[in-house]
């Protein structure tokens, strides 16, 4: 060793490092002399292309701190007798135990090595070599450092596969459970960047079984994340590399390009290229070349599934579209099971009521033409009897003709495809014809028909529909209003509806009455006051039409013997008539 040459290497107070790639080594000695004998010692160091960074503690303490702020020291060059006699050996137990560092080599050098006995310290303490400052000439410090720098790299590189094997395992789980083959091609280049421990960028390349020179970009990571889609949005270099993978069928490490490649199961080919900050080592490689060889089961679980998804999602479309069909066709048997039961039942009562209702005028018009025939007969005919017996069979006659204008109405409303007109009208000037045109009627009985209503009143709807209804109510009123007694139609127009209400001095209605009156074939106890024949229809039909029309059919009475109201509300001009 030259004496008369030394080189003083200033200590880096922030314990960073100064030279990318180098070894870092941690002289921890409470002796300034040792840190500057071991900086020239080792001065011109260098193993592998890598020389030496020399960080220096004066404490145990303060050796403590630097490693946990850098776990990257390879070797602790540790002096045992510092702040206490045991400093040192302290210091081990925290490395190990409290730092969790089993891989810095630690070099134990000792200025009293009967403070601390060799073979005692080397059975009790996790160290890794031993020496006595005296025998610790350069040569023997070039030694012991070496051969500690050579474990600690193969710690490392045991170290560096664990942790990518361990990867490798969870983004098997990871990658198996993604079911997009987009999303795994993204997690493929997230994972190979994880193993490697650096920045890359990179692409994923996809090329089906039989598709020539068609490739699709799956995914891109780092300068490359743009890329997506065909195989055209590639750089002419990016496709040449690509293409010659496939060619090769093989794996490729070219400086910091790598270059995987992988084929399915079911004739499809993979290919991943990474370009990293860094060429990649032996182990990085046989990691990489490991994950790459879980790609193609992989991709084949991804694109069994989509396809299986697929096929899924047709099924179920073919399943909801028969349903669907199943559905409307339950549903048309349902209505039309229940147009079939309303028809029968509809039929029934019909029938029942032409052999209830008509049979007393047929019987009354046979008598009145027996009479009349036995009139005949006689030798000299009274005239007047005759034609008092032709006037009531015209009367009778007529009562029926009513009676099946009525069956006919209420048919015609029940159809399920009955429509009605929706155009201008004025319901006064309506309800004024239908007062008039029943005038005579209520003129027989002594009755008198007021009409209240301003004019006009807009309204709108079906003009003959809404005749046939008013006609209903002021017959109605008629009907059951006692001789001479008045009746009172009252025509109201407001923004939204018109209203008609017909109000009559007739028996009035019960509260129970008033819920079932607008019913089919509803008799209720009232009895026309003259005689005058009744279907049980007019009322429903009534009701049928007003909601035709998007309104209503209201009944209400304030009790027995004090008559009762009967209003139908409909949309004005002003309004919006239901559909």
């Not at 070496?146 to 170290?159: C, F, I, N, S, V």
């Not at 270099?237 to 910091?256: K, M, P, W, Y």
């Not at 006689?378 to 099946?404: F, N, S």
């Not at 003259?530 to 009944?555: C, D, K, M, N």
């Amino acid at each position: 060793m030259n004496e008369d040459v030394v080189e003083i290497v200033e200590d880096d107070p922030q314990g960073k490092p100064t030279e990318a790639g180098a070894w870092t080594v941690l002289v921890v000695d409470d002796d300034a002399a040792v840190h500057e004998g071991t900086r020239f010692a080792l001065f011109d160091y260098e193993l592998d292309g890598r020389s030496l960074e020399i960080l220096s503690a004066y404490s145990a303490r303060e050796g403590k701190e630097i490693l946990a702020a850098r776990p990257d020291v390879a070797i602790v060059l540790l002096d045992v007798v510092m702040e206490t006699d045991d400093a040192g050996l302290r210091l081990v137990d925290e490395i190990r135990r409290e730092l969790g560092n089993r891989t810095v080599r630690i070099i134990l050098r000792t200025g009293q090595p009967g403070q601390a006995p060799e073979r005692a310290v080397i059975v009790d303490y996790d160290i890794n070599d031993y020496k006595a400052k005296t025998e610790l000439t350069a040569d023997k410090l070039f030694t012991s450092v070496t051969a500690a720098l050579r474990g600690y790299q193969q710690l490392e590189r045991l170290e560096a596969t664990r942790r990518g094997l361990e990867i490798i395992v969870d983004a098997a789980s990871m990658l198996f459970d993604l079911r997009s083959v987009r999303k795994l091609a993204q997690g493929v280049l997230t994972q190979i960047a994880t193993l490697l421990g650096v920045d890359c960028a990179g692409i994923l390349v996809l090329r089906e079984s039989g598709q020539g020179e068609d490739i699709a970009v799956l995914a891109g990571s780092g300068c490359y994340r743009d890329h997506s889609g065909s195989g055209s949005s590639l750089s002419e270099e990016l496709r040449t590399c690509v293409r010659d993978a496939l060619e090769r069928r093989g794996h490729a490490f070219e400086g910091v390009r790598t270059v995987l490649y992988s084929r399915t199961g079911s004739g499809r080919e993979v290919v991943v290229v990474i370009e990293s900050a860094r060429p990649l080592s032996e182990t990085d490689r046989a990691l990489v070349e490991l994950f790459s060889s879980r790609l193609s089961v992989a991709f084949d679980n991804v694109l069994l599934y989509e396809e299986l998804q697929e096929a899924n999602a047709r099924l179920e479309e073919r399943v909801v579209a028969r349903t669907s069909e199943l559905i409307r066709a339950n549903r048309r048997l349902a209505d039309q099971r229940a147009d079939l039961r309303r028809a029968n039942q509809l039929k029934s009562e019909i029938l029942g009521t032409v052999a209830h209702d008509l049979k007393n005028p047929l019987a009354v018009i046979l008598g009145r033409a027996e009479m009349l025939e036995d009139l005949l007969g006689m030798p000299e005919p009274a005239r007047d009897t005759m034609r008092a017996q032709v006037g009531h069979i015209r009367e009778t006659a007529r009562q029926l003709t009513d009676m099946v204008g009525t069956l006919v109405a209420d048919a015609m409303n029940d159809a399920l495809d009955i429509s009605i007109r929706r155009e201008p009208l004025d319901l006064a000037a309506l309800a004024r014809e239908v007062i008039e045109a029943n005038r005579p009627l209520a003129e027989r009985k002594g009755q008198a028909i007021a009409l209240e209503a301003p004019a006009p009143v807009p309204a709108i709807g079906d003009q003959d529909r809404l005749r046939e209804a008013i006609e209903n109510l002021v017959s109605n009123a008629i009907k059951y209003s006692p001789i001479g007694a008045p009746i009172s139609v009252a025509v109201t127009g407001e923004t939204e509806e018109a209203a008609v209400a017909v109000r009559d001095r007739g028996p009035g209605l019960m509260p129970e009455d008033v819920a079932r009156v607008f019913g089919r074939f509803q008799r209720l106890s009232a009895k026309p006051t003259a005689g005058e024949g009744s279907t049980g229809l007019g009322l429903s039909i009534v009701r049928r039409i007003a909601e035709l029309h998007g309104g209503e059919a209201q009944a209400t009475s304030p009790g027995p013997g004090l008559g009762a109201t009967f209003t139908i509300r409909i949309p004005s001009s002003n309004g919006n008539p239901a559909a």
